[in-house]
């Protein structure tokens, strides 16, 4: 799977904030403990870890830096020496430094987690392919809301991350699983 041994984990917007939107209906409500059970493997691995957090222009959002809500989630809360990008777009390469701090430590594949799949997520990966990172995606440590059609009807969170997922596999990303992942470095170990 990995070309390269030194596969950078990028975690997106997983930040207290995004609990304000959920009305319950998020789906994949452990993909918190999915992100934590990769991000603890890559610091035991010691490779290239980077927070992403958004940083609205809106005062009155969760995710403004003066919120309460503007903090990394506990379970994945950045350790001294990962770095810490903020971002005021919707995708992590967009206004960051996210590109320059890859390239510095020789990354040329990214796995990519957090929320949500069809926002930060999505654009993210699609700009990451596009500036040719091979990028693999575990659909276990993303999650989606539902989303409310033009014509009024509604789709289900499951259906809003399985349709992104789809629409992103083989052409921007390889879709995969936590698990598929975690055997992937202990056989490269």
């Given at each position: 799977m990995f070309q390269s041994d030194n596969p950078a984990l990028i975690v997106i917007d997983v930040q207290q904030a995004i609990d304000h939107f959920d009305s319950g209906n998020r789906n994949n409500p452990n993909a918190e403990q999915a992100i934590a059970r990769l991000l603890n493997h890559w610091r035991d691995l010691q490779l290239p870890v980077a927070h992403v957090r958004h940083g609205s222009k809106f005062?009155?959002?969760?995710?403004?830096?003066?919120?309460?809500?503007?903090?990394f989630?506990?379970?994945?809360?950045?350790?001294?020496?990962?770095?810490?990008?903020?971002?005021s777009e919707n995708c992590a390469f967009i206004g960051t430094q996210l590109d320059e701090w890859l390239?510095?430590?020789?990354?040329?594949?990214?796995?990519?987690?957090?929320?949500?799949?069809?926002?930060?997520?999505?654009?993210?990966?699609?700009v990451a392919a596009g500036t040719g990172y091979r990028v693999f995606l575990p659909s276990?440590?993303?999650a989606a809301f539902p989303l409310q059609r033009l014509d009024g009807k509604f789709v289900s969170a499951e259906?809003?991350?399985?349709?992104f997922l789809s629409n992103l596999d083989g052409e921007y990303c390889?879709?995969?699983?936590?698990?598929?992942?975690?055997?992937e470095l202990e056989r490269a170990e």
């Open positions: 005062t009155d959002s969760p995710y403004h830096p003066d919120s309460p809500y503007f903090s989630k506990q379970e994945v809360s950045p350790l001294g020496r990962e770095k810490v990008i903020t971002k390239k510095s430590h020789g990354v040329t594949e990214l796995v990519v987690c957090g929320v949500l799949t069809n926002n930060s997520v999505d654009a993210t990966v699609r276990d440590a993303t259906d809003v991350h399985w349709i390889r879709v995969t699983s936590v698990d598929i992942l975690l055997k």
